[in-house]
């Protein structure tokens, strides 16, 4: 057994495949082989401690690298829908992404990307970002591309949104 016998949940079995491998931390105990927050608390320091929610973004850090008072954990987000139609008659479905250029993030991901559903057919896609966030559009299609690039690299002001609640709609992307 591994743990502290007068926490809430004691102490815990260590047989491989049983339990935890390792002592949970301060709030937390071990269920179904990993370490889980006891309710109302939250893991966000990267230590396996957990932290009570009302202390999350209270402006006093309580974990030593300040994560629980950092603007990713602390700022207002917001699921904006994106929409944009593939125009262009060439038989390819056009492939894009989401930048941020106010953090370092990519959607669907930095090695992922959208494609369109079919020719003349909308596209949907639901992002959750930070409120007030710059997001910048970037497609290609073949050798055409549209806003920033999948990459992100090229510039374009007119491709860029602000986060919030309202949704995006891009319009249609020709071919020229």
């Known amino acids: 057994y591994l743990g502290n016998p007068y926490a809430l ?25 990993a370490c889980v927050c006891e309710q109302g608390f939250l893991a966000v320091c990267g230590t396996g401690d957990c932290l009570a929610l009302r202390q999350l973004c209270d402006g006093t850090p309580d974990c030593a690298n300040w994560a629980d008072e950092a603007a990713e954990t602390c700022a207002r987000q917001a ?9 262009c008659e060439d038989g390819r479905d ?11 993030w990519a959607w669907p991901g930095p090695d992922e990307t ?6 003349g057919v909308p596209s949907h896609e639901e992002v959750e970002c930070l ?5 910048c559009f970037g497609a290609e ?22 986060c919030s609640e309202q949704p995006v709609e891009l319009g249609g992307l ?3």
């Open 174 to 176: 020709t071919c020229e």
């Open 114 to 119: 959208f494609f369109t559903d079919d020719e």
């Open 94 to 104: 056009v492939e894009w992404r989401l930048w941020s250029r106010d953090r370092d």
């Open 131 to 135: 409120v007030g966030e710059r997001i």
């Open 79 to 87: 699921v904006q829908q994106w929409t944009l139609l593939d125009d």
């Open 9 to 33: 949940h004691g102490c815990q079995a260590s047989r491989p495949g049983t339990a935890c491998t390792t002592t949970c931390g301060l709030n937390a105990y071990c269920d179904a082989a």
């Open 141 to 162: 299609a073949g050798e055409q591309q549209w806003g920033v690039g999948v990459d992100g690299t090229a510039h374009c002001d007119s491709c860029c949104f602000i």
